[in-house]
């Protein structure tokens, strides 16, 4: 929020102006309470423009950004829950490994899906979290007593932040490839849960009974499953990174994918086309009028910076 600078560089429009100069953009322009479009842009948010001008080293940093104080904070605490329960139950260095590839693997994907706006996908690695916290609960049927409760919180964390990623600049492709990848990764490698050490500690998301978790463990540890299942992760993952590196855009097949990831409102627009404005500057105002639509905005400000003019101009197209 300090590169934002919403103060100065929106001229003192702001949220939660108490803050200075880290102070959110208009909820009008980000409802997360977060920064304007360029400035996600700057710190490496994903676009279908970057891909054209092969600025791959985004796909890394896409996964590492939030849209949003709002965002950033259902994230956090969804991590924390899923998280700690799922390396209660499989221990940390394998919930790490899912976290980490699910969330470049929800890179890929999102970038298939690219269009005008820049979008950020740190919700890709929950995704995957909650994919391997379903494919343990799966592989691990018989073992668990209290499914219905491990199946209610899994949807319930699901739809929250699905439905958070229906908002601006959230990707919610890169949540669909990391709950897929988290999927096959959980099939591949949570196999057997820590059932001696977490029924003694009284812990985990589930109860289940020493006495048949020995002879269960021998049933479900199928090793041509877990094989098929990394197969399968090894066969997407490259699948996906090949597309991406050679420009293809899913959009020009699926008209109707865009819904997924975002909800129309009067606040902003589903529309991915390019916006144009023409810009008329006097003294002391700038009039900006959207070339599609007409619709035009009188600034009491010149100062304005490209970057930022192009954020306004999106706002008024949308």
Request: aromatic letters at 12%.
């Amino acid at each position: 929020m300090a590169i934002n600078n919403c103060v100065e560089k929106s001229h003192g429009d702001c949220a939660v102006k108490v803050l200075g100069r880290l102070s959110f953009q208009p909820l009008s322009e980000n409802p997360l309470l977060g920064p304007s479009a360029s400035t996600l842009d700057i710190m490496g948010a994903l676009q279908r423009k970057s891909l054209i001008e092969h600025l791959n080293w985004r796909l890394f940093t896409f996964p590492c950004l939030h849209a949003g104080f709002v965002h950033l904070l259902v994230n956090l605490v969804s991590v924390m829950f899923v998280g700690i329960l799922l390396e209660q139950e499989f221990r940390s260095l394998r919930i790490g490994m899912i976290y980490v590839l699910s969330g470049f693997a929800g890179s890929l994907f999102a970038a298939l899906f690219a269009q005008g706006s820049p979008q950020v996908g740190a919700s890709g690695a929950l995704f995957g979290l909650l994919g391997a916290m379903l494919s343990g609960l799966i592989w691990n049927w018989k073992l668990y007593t209290d499914k219905l409760a491990a199946l209610a919180f899994i949807c319930f964390i699901f739809v929250v932040n699905f439905v958070l990623g229906m908002l601006p600049f959230i990707d919610n492709f890169a949540s669909i490839g990391g709950f897929m990848s988290g999927m096959l990764l959980g099939f591949a490698v949570l196999y057997t849960p820590r059932t001696t050490q977490v029924a003694h500690n009284k812990a985990g998301l589930f109860d289940y009974g020493i006495k048949s978790s020995a002879r269960l463990k021998q049933k479900l540890d199928k090793p041509i499953h877990r094989i098929v299942a990394l197969l399968v992760f090894v066969l997407m993952f490259s699948g996906c990174l090949v597309a991406v590196l050679r420009g293809i855009n899913l959009n020009h097949y699926c008209s109707w994918c865009r819904s997924v990831d975002c909800v129309l409102s009067n606040r902003w627009s589903c529309n991915e086309a390019t916006s144009f404005c023409q810009t008329i500057v006097s003294e002391s105002q700038m009039t900006l009028t959207c070339v599609a639509n007409g619709n035009f905005r009188v600034f009491p400000f010149t100062n304005v910076s490209p970057a930022r003019t192009g954020d306004l101009c999106s706002l008024i197209c949308s």
